[in-house]
């Protein structure tokens, strides 16, 4: 399929969707999986996506932005590093997809990791991660939860050794500092045009 823009999309011909509208609206407006990858495609490419840590969400307080938080798990690193500071820059390597499975929403999007040790960059990671969680509108307000969260990941590059247990450190940040970190926001929700006509 090529969009009007000229770029070659990924899918192929969009399945109706079936749905039991309310008819008492004057209008409806219903979303596919399909809708949001198209516009993930053209938007959200490669490089698009870039946050770095810290930030106002986890800041420099928090544990992961100290080398003593991996004294354990990654003892080459704090071995070359103790008690430094770290930071973080987080970059998509391809657009999220997503996926509508009832009232789940599942987003797959891969990674670059880079970790840096007060400014220098001592390993870039490659990570794969999945994210399953729900959304809701109710009353003019869009929001949602995240259930659940997997990754697959991958040493790149390393200044601090071989990094065996990286899988586990980056469960664990995901887990308890990304998720929560995350629902904090979008539990919240954000506010929608509203009008007379709409809930």
């Known amino acids: 399929m090529r969009l009007s823009s000229g770029i070659n999309a990924e899918y192929g011909q969009p399945e109706a969707i079936a749905n039991q509208m309310d008819t008492s609206y004057m209008a409806c407006l219903l979303v596919s999986d399909y809708t949001l990858n198209t516009a993930s495609y053209v938007a959200l490419a490669a490089g698009k996506i870039v946050e770095?840590?810290?930030n106002q969400q986890v800041p420099?307080?928090?544990d992961i932005m100290n080398t003593a938080y991996f004294r354990d798990?990654?003892?080459?690193l704090y071995n070359t590093?103790?008690?430094?500071?770290?930071?973080?820059?987080?970059?998509?390597?391809r657009y999220p997809s997503v996926e509508f499975d009832h009232d789940n929403i599942i987003i797959d999007m891969?990674?670059?990791?880079?970790?840096k040790v007060e400014g220098v960059e001592v390993a870039?990671?490659?990570v794969q991660l999945t994210v399953e969680g729900s959304m809701e509108h109710n009353n003019n307000k869009l929001s949602g939860k995240i259930s659940s969260a997997s990754h697959t990941t991958s040493v790149k590059s390393s200044q601090v050794g071989s990094l065996d247990q990286i899988d586990d450190v980056i469960t664990d940040i995901i887990d308890n500092t990304a998720v929560p970190t995350l629902n904090g926001v979008i539990t919240k929700g954000w506010s929608?045009?509203?009008?007379?006509?709409?809930?």
């Open 60 to 62: 420099v307080s928090n």
């Open 110 to 115: 891969p990674l670059d990791l880079s970790v």
């Open 81 to 93: 590093y103790p008690d430094k500071d770290m930071s973080y820059e987080v970059t998509n390597t």
């Open 52 to 54: 770095k840590l810290p």
């Open 124 to 126: 870039v990671l490659s």
């Open 73 to 76: 798990t990654i003892p080459d």
């Open 192 to 199: 929608c045009p509203s009008t007379s006509m709409s809930t």
